[in-house]
């Protein structure tokens, strides 16, 4: 028999009876809050077009690398699921049939804070009751297809009734944002926002980089061939993201290193990349550099930097071979910010107009590293706990290692950082959930009055954000 789908009203609170109310309490204050989504990686033609989204598999299982990692930890392959693979081709599945895969192995995500966030979609977005699982599998996907033909389930619609004040996707900056331009002018009041990611034209091993570049000089009229040129077509398009709303960059590089080289070696870094020779330390060299070009940028157009350091990419060869990026394949590794960010902060750390927030994979910085930089430089803001640690228990050890020597005003509050759309929502309410508990301990043990908790409740859930990112 099927089991029931229950969604607990105290789920994720403290067990003490005592903490629990006042968590109660602090959760009932904020749960109604607007959802400020202020990074991600949702597709901006969706809203653009608000066409109906295709399929249970197409909108849940296809677009969320968490949930195929694990799948394919036990031997289910990426074929088997329908995903795209790196030549633009997919195995002929019948959605459902992938959906049935999916189901039969629901179980593997007990414990996961992906099951946490479906089990929420299913049950607040479908009114589901029982759980999914082989046996439910069909009228799962049945009742969900059904829904999604229905004008109620077309994006904008679900962007309004998830009380979603803004949401910013993450472009490239040869990405000519025919998207957003359309959304601009379609006359929705849906504030839908893009943010400058320049991976692919400062990053010299990324695939494609010379070519690259020389369409970044074709979108700008620059001359990307010299060092000058390449900073200016750079510039421009910022600037022509900052037109479409952008109010942030993002950087995914390898590890936090930055670099602040005199003009004469910035150009003769440039040419060896020019030639195909950067590589290994000397396009990690390059990579700091333009970190810290960036980091002037921002200082004159305003936009917030965000530094997402850390991951290995694409570790499975094969898999990235056959399937290309964001494949569930990245993982984690030890990450230096206090050597690293010093030739950056040596130069622009104590610029209050510069805004820099820092993520990190390596839980290890926290408290090391991470609490004493931002508790000290003006410039920087901690990111919420990111990836794999954007859990319960995650979100537990962020606060408790970080807050003693950061604070929370050095943070920027939550953000969900999701391609798939669907669990926006519930992605928020366990953030809010585990930051009430954190908040009700203190209250508890004699270290906040209980409206100060409450005040601070509702800058972790939306202020902090608000503000962090110039919305």
Request: charged share 25%; aromatic share 10%; with cysteine.
């Amino acid at each position: 028999m099927p089991r029931p789908l229950i969604l607990h009203p105290d789920r994720l609170f403290p067990a003490d009876e005592t903490v629990r109310a006042i968590a109660r309490r602090l959760y009932a204050e904020i749960s109604g809050l607007p959802i400020i989504s202020p990074h991600g990686h949702t597709d901006p033609a969706w809203f653009a077009g608000n066409a109906p989204f295709e399929n249970p598999t197409a909108l849940l299982l296809q677009p969320d690398h968490y949930l195929y990692r694990m799948l394919y930890s036990q031997g289910i392959s990426l074929d088997q699921l329908g995903i795209l693979r790196a030549d633009g081709s997919a195995a002929q599945v019948n959605p459902r049939e992938a959906w049935r895969v999916f189901a039969k192995h629901y179980h593997l995500f007990r414990g996961t804070p992906s099951r946490l966030w479906l089990d929420h979609v299913f049950a607040e977005l479908f009114g589901l009751q029982t759980q999914l699982g082989e046996e439910t599998a069909d009228a799962y996907y049945d009742l969900i297809d059904a829904a999604l033909t229905g004008d109620e389930f077309r994006p904008r619609a679900l962007f309004e009734r998830f009380n979603i004040e803004v949401l910013t996707t993450t472009e490239s900056p040869l990405d000519q944002l025919l998207q957003h331009r359309a959304l601009r002018d379609s006359g929705w009041n849906g504030r839908v926002l893009t943010a400058f990611r320049p991976d692919p034209v400062v990053d010299p091993e990324y695939e494609g980089f010379l070519e690259n570049l020389e369409t970044l000089g074709d979108l700008t009229g620059e001359d990307t061939g010299t060092w000058n040129g390449y900073l200016m077509a750079l510039r421009r398009r910022r600037q022509y993201f900052k037109e479409l709303g952008a109010t942030s960059t993002d950087h995914g590089h390898p590890t936090a290193a930055t670099a602040d080289l005199s003009r004469n070696d910035c150009e003769t870094l440039f040419d060896k990349a020019l030639r195909g020779k950067c590589k290994g330390s000397k396009a990690e060299l390059f990579r700091g550099q333009l970190l810290t070009e960036m980091a002037a940028m921002s200082l004159d157009d305003g936009l917030v930097m965000q530094l997402h350091p850390g991951p290995m990419r694409n570790h499975n060869l094969e898999l990235y071979q056959r399937f290309g990026r964001d494949r569930g394949a990245d993982m984690p590794r030890r990450t230096d910010f206090v050597n690293a960010l010093k030739p950056l902060l040596d130069r622009f750390g104590n610029e209050s107009d510069l805004a820099l927030i820092l993520f990190s994979l390596d839980e290890s910085s926290y408290a090391r590293e991470l609490a004493p930089l931002a508790g000290h430089y003006p410039c920087l803001k901690l990111g919420p706990a990111w990836w794999f640690h954007d859990s319960p228990e995650g979100m537990r050890r962020y606060r408790q290692q970080l807050t003693e020597t950061a604070g929370f005003y050095n943070t920027v509050g939550f953000n969900d950082d999701t391609r798939a759309f669907l669990s926006i929502p519930a992605r928020h309410d366990v953030a809010r959930r585990m930051d009430c508990g954190y908040l009700a301990e203190l209250v508890a043990d004699h270290r906040l009055e209980e409206d100060e908790a409450a005040e601070l409740a509702v800058e972790l859930a939306y202020t902090l954000a608000k503000k962090a990112y110039r919305l």
